[in-house]
């Protein structure tokens, strides 16, 4: 599983116009399940990032996570962070997992977040969402469940 983490001030998710997650300080996570991800990989990327340190301290450093700041996380699913662009014009997806398998994936992340941390929103998988976002910092991470990158 891949994530991409950015620290934002508030962010939100629409669907035809109806917002159906919001968050103020925190993490927008957008996840993306790759053929092969496994439930551990879910619970593990839960973890890693609820205890990501990219908040300031009282130093201005980056060393509280989310959990340590009781900030927001809204995760959205997004499969296009799986696709192999590096031939052509035109990204493959053949490296993603299928759509009932990555559900289930990205409803376990929810879920592990969940029982760990509040507040917690999410998007719709599979749908058409709008993404808005104020990316703090900006600061932006790229995280794989496995640890690797």
């Given amino acids: 599983m891949i994530a991409l983490l950015q620290r934002v001030t508030e962010a939100r998710v629409s669907v035809a116009g109806e917002i159906i997650g919001e968050i103020g300080r925190g993490l927008l996570v957008l996840a993306g399940v790759e053929k092969g991800d496994s439930d551990m990989d879910a619970d593990r990327l839960a973890d890693r990032l609820l205890d990501y340190r990219v908040f300031p301290d009282d130093s201005g450093r980056m060393n509280r996570s989310v959990r340590e700041i009781a900030g927001g996380v809204l995760l959205v699913s997004q499969f296009t962070l799986v696709a ?61 469940a496995d640890g690797l990158r």
Avoid: I, Y
């Fill in 84 to 144: 192999d662009t590096q031939k052509g014009l035109r990204p493959s997806f053949s490296g993603a997992a299928d759509p009932v398998e990555g559900k289930r994936l990205f409803d376990r992340l929810v879920a592990a977040v969940g029982r760990q941390h509040a507040p917690v929103a999410q998007g719709r998988f599979a749908a058409d969402m709008q993404v808005a976002l104020v990316n703090d910092g900006p600061v932006t991470f790229w995280l794989r």
